[in-house]
């Protein structure tokens, strides 16, 4: 058994459109190698950071808690002459005795990304009406939303706001 550390560049599109792994930024590993009867049982950990922006209000995700991804996985890597007996072509062959990561850290990291990110867990989103972050201003507002089928009648109204 051998415990590996080992930090790589990631490679290009390593995650999912709205929230990724910076291509070339440190993807760090740390692993566990077991031999065993069939080939090497790869055990580990890979943590790496991400950039991608909120789904609600599109702003940059800088929290912490949410701009980076640690993954766990664990894989058999078997020797090609025990693969070539499995009819399945899914599974792991060690090449020239050398495990690829990557197929795995692919997999993993995009199981973990959130399918929509957010630059905080209450994020209130834009404005639907002008685009605001609402975040920044939270008091603000248009008055009560315009029921469609209304429009017509208060487009004849004065506009609200603009009373004295
Ligand atoms: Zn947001
Ligand atoms: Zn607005």
Request: hydrophobic share 35%.
């Amino acid at each position: 058994m051998r415990q590996v550390t080992r930090t790589v560049p990631a490679p290009a599109d390593l995650g999912i459109e709205v929230l990724r792994v910076p291509e070339g930024s440190p993807v760090e590993f740390d692993l566990r190698l077991e031999a065993v009867m069939e080939g090497v049982l790869v055990t580990g950990t890979a943590h790496a950071g991400l950039e991608g922006e909120c789904g609600r209000c599109l702003e940059p995700i800088t929290d912490p808690q949410s701009n980076q991804v640690e993954v766990r996985f664990q894989e058999l890597f078997v020797y090609p002459e025990h693969a070539i007996s499995e009819e399945d072509d899914e599974v792991s062959t060690l090449e020239n005795d050398l495990i690829d990561l990557e197929p795995l850290l692919r997999d993993a990291v995009v199981l973990a990304l959130p399918f929509q990110p957010l630059c905080s867990d209450d994020c209130p989103g834009l404005c639907p009406e002008c685009g605001v972050r609402l975040a920044e201003q939270p008091e603000h507002t248009h008055g009560e939303p315009v029921d469609p089928r209304w429009a017509g009648l208060a487009a004849l109204q004065q506009d609200p706001d603009a009373a004295p």
